[in-house]
């Protein structure tokens, strides 16, 4: 047996998924934008210049049986190999295999499954031979490769992306299952009407964790009629899709911000559900929240803030799922609050003021004088205490003496804000008056 050929001796039966893996395009389900006769996918392949690709999707839509098909539709050398079980000095390995199969004018096609497994530094091992021609790159990923495959190989590499499998989809292929020869074997008492159908829910588009499903159930059986019963002992929940370090991490944390600055509540709900059941640490959740709170709502409501933090705390305190209710009433606050991110804003034109000014001095009138030295230095000189005003409202500038006044915050017409611009304005007018009428500048 040649060393580079990932065969596995098998003498057991295999997997379900893999019995009933496709063996032509067209026997595919699902990814119909990628397999559509024109779609840019099927024409490079039957035109055989694919050239190195990456197939990013889900769990169990079709990834690795895309890229087994290929190697109908291509003369050249097919190598599968697992970045999970493999690494860069099988790499090598297989790369002197396919200089030797080039020099006799073969191609070879390295299909590498869980590409992301690599870190980005294990990929470059691919850069040389990917730019001579050595080897054509077929990976297959879950992960955003945007984020997981290093810049210099995914530029070398057309992304296709799969889509998770509708429940019809599914269905489809369990219908296709249950046919075959393989299954009525196992179960000569068939399914229940419904039975499907409630694996095509449970299995949440992903085609490889319905047909486990029901092979385990047809082991579970015994010979006898797979019931719904049977599909609702055997799982008593759908897990979600979720990967807390991962993309969906992101998409949906993203979905819950957006929803609440849309002042969607309904959305907001569900999004902060579809966190807390696909395992989220809520803690997370509410320090997203708390940031909200200050950047989406700011002075609008101050008392977000205060709603956000107390929701924290209360959950610091009662744990899931008593806690989880404070924070959905704290979403229900944020997305109903007025809206305003006019302090965001205001942060960070004053950080870019500071970070691009310098280090410029204090006015020395707005400097403590506790010694006398620094009195004789004229420290505080000129300072006006407000509260001495008989308007409260000083005239000399509180910005550097080398820098021109500043406005940064702007308040926007929400919520208590549409009062604070108006007690500005006031502000700014008495002080303008102020100053010509010939108070300190």
Avoid at 86 to 104: H, P, S, Y
Avoid at 237 to 244: E, I, Q, V
Avoid at 409 to 429: D, N, Q, T, V
């Amino acid at each position: 047996m040649d060393l580079l050929d990932n065969v596995i001796s098998n003498d057991l039966k295999p997997p379900l998924a893999d019995l009933l893996r496709p063996s032509t395009l067209e026997e595919v389900v699902g990814q119909v934008h990628l397999l559509n006769d024109g779609a840019p996918f099927r024409k490079a392949l039957t035109e055989g210049v694919l050239g190195s690709f990456i197939l990013w999707g889900p769990p169990g839509s079709g990834k690795t049986t895309l890229a087994l098909l290929i190697s109908k539709y291509t003369d050249q050398h097919f190598v599968r190999f697992s970045a999970v079980t493999g690494g860069v000095k099988l790499v090598r390995a297989i790369v002197e295999d396919a200089r030797r199969l080039q020099v006799n004018g073969t191609g070879t096609i390295l299909f590498v499954d869980e590409i992301h497994r690599f870190n980005k530094a294990q990929q470059d091992a691919f850069l040389p031979h990917i730019e001579n021609g050595t080897i054509t790159l077929a990976g297959a990923t879950t992960e955003n490769p945007s984020f997981e495959i290093n810049a210099p190989l995914l530029s070398r590499c057309s992304v296709y992306i799969l889509k998770r499998l509708k429940e019809s989809e599914i269905l489809s292929i369990l219908n296709r299952a249950v046919s075959h020869d393989c299954f009525r074997d196992m179960i000569p008492s068939g399914i229940q009407d419904g039975a499907l159908e409630r694996i095509a829910e449970i299995a949440d588009g992903d085609g490889r964790r319905a047909l486990n499903l029901l092979e385990l159930l047809a082991g579970m059986a015994s010979g006898k009629q797979i019931t719904v019963e049977h599909v609702s002992k055997a799982v008593s929940s759908s897990p979600l899709c979720y990967d807390k370090s991962g993309e969906e991490h992101y998409n949906l944390i993203s979905a819950l911000h957006k929803s609440l600055r849309s002042s969607d509540v309904d959305a907001s709900l569900y999004w902060l559900a579809r966190m807390i059941s696909s395992g989220e640490n809520p803690l997370y959740i509410a320090r997203r929240m708390i940031r909200f709170a200050t950047e989406d709502i700011g002075m609008a409501d101050p008392s977000a803030l205060t709603v956000a933090m107390r929701a924290a705390d209360s959950y610091r305190f009662l744990g899931s799922p008593e806690g989880d209710l404070a924070l959905a009433e704290a979403a229900c606050y944020l997305a109903l609050a007025p809206k305003s991110n006019s302090v965001y804003t205001a942060w960070k034109k004053a950080v870019s003021a500071a970070q691009s000014g310098g280090s410029l001095p204090v006015p020395l009138h707005l400097r403590n004088a506790p010694t006398e030295l620094m009195k004789q230095l004229d420290y505080g000189r000129g300072y006006q205490y407000a509260h001495s005003q008989s308007n409260g409202v000083v005239t000399h500038s509180n910005f550097p003496d080398e820098m021109d006044e500043m406005e940064f915050y702007r308040p926007s017409e929400f919520g208590r804000e549409s009062a604070i611009a108006l007690s500005m304005a006031e502000w700014r007018k008495i002080r303008n008056r102020a100053r010509m009428d010939g108070g300190n500048s």
